[in-house]
């Protein structure tokens, strides 16, 4: 006797690979929409008559990470980095720590 079983159609095999690289992506911080970088301006003790007088915390997606002398805008205000700390990312978060300063065009 043989048996009548119901046709199983298979699904269709997905690609690994997209999978593969969009977790590699995320897992070196190159997201879609760049690197996460954390931005630190310490104001001076004796502000310039244009230099923000407080302290400020941002985070910004570059498609590259700024180098030192590189020039940010933000809120109308040009940031000179002057320094870059890298990290080794594990974990989805940022890449890098910039400290800026104050940069007046003269």
């Given amino acids: 006797m043989t048996q009548n079983r119901p046709s199983r159609?298979?699904?269709p095999k997905r690609?690994?690979?997209?999978k593969s690289t969009s977790a590699r992506a995320k897992s070196t911080g190159a997201l879609d929409s760049g690197f996460k970088v954390q931005i630190m301006y310490r104001a001076p003790k004796v502000?310039?008559?244009?230099?923000?007088?407080?302290?400020?915390?941002?985070f910004a997606n570059y498609p590259i990470i700024p180098r030192v002398g590189d020039c940010l805008f933000r809120d109308?205000?040009?940031?000179?980095?002057e320094r870059v700390y890298l990290y080794e990312n594990t974990m989805p978060g940022w890449c890098a720590d910039l400290e800026v300063s104050y940069f007046g065009r003269q």
């Fill in 76 to 81: 109308g205000v040009y940031y000179r980095v």
């Fill in 47 to 58: 502000p310039t008559q244009r230099s923000p007088r407080e302290d400020a915390l941002w």
């Fill in 15 to 18: 690609s690994t690979a997209s």
């Fill in 9 to 11: 159609k298979s699904a």
